[in-house]
């Protein structure tokens, strides 16, 4: 089954402990991307990568790091989390035009 | 500056009429618009797109209209169905370059049995 996966789908931590969101999709596409959605302001790319080791910045991307070792995996780092990264995440992976998704991350930041 | 609008944010049907839900852009360089369909602790899901070359595009009950002069796309579903309340996103991109995709803020539609 084709599928993007993310994990953990929930998590609450403290201000400053860093943590990563692993994400891994098994349809071979080349780009991937991370969003976060809040409320009012609907998805917004935090990071993609258009391949293995070739990423760029979305829109909101303070704060966030990322990196593509290998073509299935794209984990989402959040070095220093603050309390403003409170947020549901979501990954994502493309083929032609449509997007994939997982199902979401709701990270919640003390 | 929001390139992709949904002004409306919510949106209530009865069972079985016409939901239409609306979506503006304001960047002339988009050329390829899709619709995704979102359930709550689940990820969008793809619904329906359309090029820039064509003005409709019909998959069973959904329709995607397009406006070019008007920048506008709309998404019809007829008739509507309780299983259709969700929140519905658009998205633009630009096929050159990056292909980066740009999403309006969503609609929440529901459809009242």
């Known amino acids: 089954e084709a599928q993007v996966t993310q994990n953990p789908r929930y998590l609450i931590t403290v201000t400053g402990k860093k943590l990563t969101v692993t994400c891994s999709q098994n349809?071979?596409?080349?780009?991937m991307s991370w969003y976060r959605q809040d409320p009012g302001l609907g998805l917004r790319q935090i990071y993609y990568s258009m391949n293995v080791e070739v990423t760029d910045k979305g829109d909101v991307p303070e704060g966030y790091k990322v990196s593509r070792k290998e073509k299935r995996n794209f984990p989402l780092i959040l070095e220093s989390p603050s309390p403003n990264q409170t947020s549901l995440y979501f990954c994502?992976?493309?083929?032609?035009?449509?997007?994939?998704f997982g199902p979401g991350t709701r990270l919640t930041v003390t | 500056d929001q390139q992709v609008k949904q002004n409306s944010p919510s949106l209530s049907v009865q069972e079985g009429r016409i939901s239409i839900l609306n979506c503006d852009y304001t960047?002339?360089?988009?050329?390829?618009f899709l619709w995704y369909k979102k359930y709550p602790a689940e990820g969008p899901t793809f619904l329906i797109s359309i090029s820039s070359i064509k003005d409709k595009n019909e998959d069973g009950r959904f329709t995607v209209f397009l406006n070019k002069s008007a920048k506008h796309l709309s998404l019809h579903i007829v008739p509507s169905q309780p299983g259709d309340s969700a929140v519905y996103f658009c998205?633009?991109?630009?096929?050159?370059?990056?292909?980066?995709?740009?999403f309006g803020t969503g609609t929440r539609l529901k459809v009242l049995a």
């Open positions: 349809m071979n596409h080349e780009y």
């Open positions: 998205a633009a991109i630009t096929t050159s370059g990056t292909y980066k995709y740009i």
């Open positions: 994502a992976s493309r083929g032609s035009y449509e997007q994939y």
């Open positions: 960047n002339s360089m988009f050329d390829y």
